[in-house]
Protein backbone atom coordinates (compact mmCIF):
# COMPACT_ATOMS: atom_id res chain seq x y z
CA UNK A 1 0.00 0.00 0.00
CA UNK A 2 1.29 3.51 -0.59
CA UNK A 3 -0.13 6.51 0.89
CA UNK A 4 -0.28 9.96 -1.37
CA UNK A 5 -0.34 13.24 0.54
CA UNK A 6 -0.74 16.39 -1.74
CA UNK A 7 -0.19 19.94 -0.76
CA UNK A 8 0.33 23.29 -2.45
CA UNK A 9 -2.95 24.12 -4.24
CA UNK A 10 -5.21 27.30 -4.41
CA UNK A 11 -6.13 30.20 -6.25
CA UNK A 12 -3.69 32.48 -8.00
CA UNK A 13 -3.68 35.48 -10.62
CA UNK A 14 -3.08 34.33 -13.89
CA UNK A 15 0.68 35.10 -14.76
CA UNK A 16 1.79 33.83 -11.53
CA UNK A 17 3.00 30.83 -9.57
CA UNK A 18 2.25 27.85 -7.74
CA UNK A 19 4.09 24.61 -6.26
CA UNK A 20 2.72 21.54 -5.68
CA UNK A 21 4.20 18.60 -3.75
CA UNK A 22 3.15 15.19 -3.01
CA UNK A 23 4.64 12.66 -0.64
CA UNK A 24 4.44 8.97 -0.90
CA UNK A 25 4.68 6.79 1.87
CA UNK A 26 4.30 2.98 2.71
CA UNK A 27 6.05 0.20 0.69
CA UNK A 28 7.75 1.95 -2.20
CA UNK A 29 10.31 0.05 -4.34
CA UNK A 30 13.16 2.01 -5.83
CA UNK A 31 11.52 1.78 -9.77
CA UNK A 32 8.58 3.51 -10.02
CA UNK A 33 6.85 6.74 -11.82
CA UNK A 34 5.73 9.39 -10.05
CA UNK A 35 3.41 12.14 -12.02
CA UNK A 36 0.45 14.86 -11.69
CA UNK A 37 -2.34 14.86 -13.93
CA UNK A 38 -5.10 17.03 -13.51
CA UNK A 39 -9.24 17.40 -14.34
CA UNK A 40 -11.40 20.27 -15.24
CA UNK A 41 -15.09 20.55 -14.61
CA UNK A 42 -16.87 18.25 -17.57
CA UNK A 43 -13.25 17.01 -19.29
CA UNK A 44 -10.97 13.73 -18.71
CA UNK A 45 -8.57 12.93 -16.30
CA UNK A 46 -4.71 14.27 -18.33
CA UNK A 47 -1.51 13.39 -17.70
CA UNK A 48 0.15 16.77 -16.87
CA UNK A 49 3.91 15.62 -16.51
CA UNK A 50 5.31 12.79 -15.10
CA UNK A 51 8.89 11.96 -13.45
CA UNK A 52 10.68 8.52 -13.51
CA UNK A 53 12.69 7.53 -10.55
CA UNK A 54 15.77 7.78 -12.62
CA UNK A 55 14.83 11.22 -13.57
CA UNK A 56 13.34 11.01 -16.85
CA UNK A 57 10.38 13.30 -17.59
CA UNK A 58 7.21 13.33 -19.46
CA UNK A 59 5.39 16.43 -20.30
CA UNK A 60 1.65 17.46 -21.71
CA UNK A 61 1.96 20.15 -24.67
CA UNK A 62 -0.14 22.27 -23.08
CA UNK A 63 2.40 22.92 -20.26
CA UNK A 64 5.75 22.49 -22.02
CA UNK A 65 8.01 25.51 -21.02
CA UNK A 66 5.81 26.69 -17.92
CA UNK A 67 5.64 23.52 -15.83
CA UNK A 68 8.64 21.74 -14.65
CA UNK A 69 8.41 18.29 -12.67
CA UNK A 70 10.89 16.95 -9.99
CA UNK A 71 11.32 14.44 -7.33
CA UNK A 72 13.68 13.67 -4.23
CA UNK A 73 13.96 9.91 -4.16
CA UNK A 74 15.27 9.71 -0.57
CA UNK A 75 11.53 11.67 0.37
CA UNK A 76 9.91 9.74 -2.06
CA UNK A 77 8.44 13.64 -3.01
CA UNK A 78 7.55 14.66 -6.47
CA UNK A 79 7.02 18.23 -6.93
CA UNK A 80 5.76 20.23 -9.73
CA UNK A 81 6.33 23.94 -10.28
CA UNK A 82 3.96 25.30 -12.11
CA UNK A 83 4.67 29.03 -13.87
CA UNK A 84 2.77 31.44 -16.05
CA UNK A 85 -0.45 29.93 -14.87
CA UNK A 86 -3.01 30.22 -17.42
CA UNK A 87 -7.19 30.35 -16.08
CA UNK A 88 -7.20 27.25 -18.58
CA UNK A 89 -4.57 25.49 -16.28
CA UNK A 90 -7.49 25.39 -13.67
CA UNK A 91 -8.22 21.89 -12.21
CA UNK A 92 -8.16 19.72 -9.56
CA UNK A 93 -4.69 18.22 -9.80
CA UNK A 94 -4.03 14.66 -8.89
CA UNK A 95 -0.95 12.97 -7.76
CA UNK A 96 -0.01 9.57 -9.19
CA UNK A 97 2.35 6.84 -8.35
CA UNK A 98 2.78 3.46 -10.32
CA UNK A 99 5.63 1.04 -10.58
CA UNK A 100 5.44 -2.43 -12.17
CA UNK A 101 2.19 -3.90 -10.34
CA UNK A 102 0.44 -0.93 -8.68
CA UNK A 103 -1.49 2.59 -8.89
CA UNK A 104 -2.32 4.89 -6.51
CA UNK A 105 -3.82 8.04 -6.96
CA UNK A 106 -3.61 11.20 -4.16
CA UNK A 107 -7.14 12.83 -3.06
CA UNK A 108 -6.82 15.62 -5.60
CA UNK A 109 -5.92 19.26 -5.10
CA UNK A 110 -7.69 22.49 -6.64
CA UNK A 111 -5.99 24.85 -8.47
CA UNK A 112 -7.81 28.15 -9.59
CA UNK A 113 -6.44 30.27 -12.17
CA UNK A 114 -8.38 33.75 -11.46
CA UNK A 115 -8.26 37.40 -11.84
Known amino acids: QVQLVESGGGLVQPGRSLRLSCAASGIIFSINTMGWYRQAPGKQRELVAA???????TYADSVKGRFTISRDNAKNTVYLQMNSLKPEDTAVYYC?????????WGQGTQVTVSS
Open 96 to 104: NFRDSTRNY
Open 51 to 57: ITSGRST
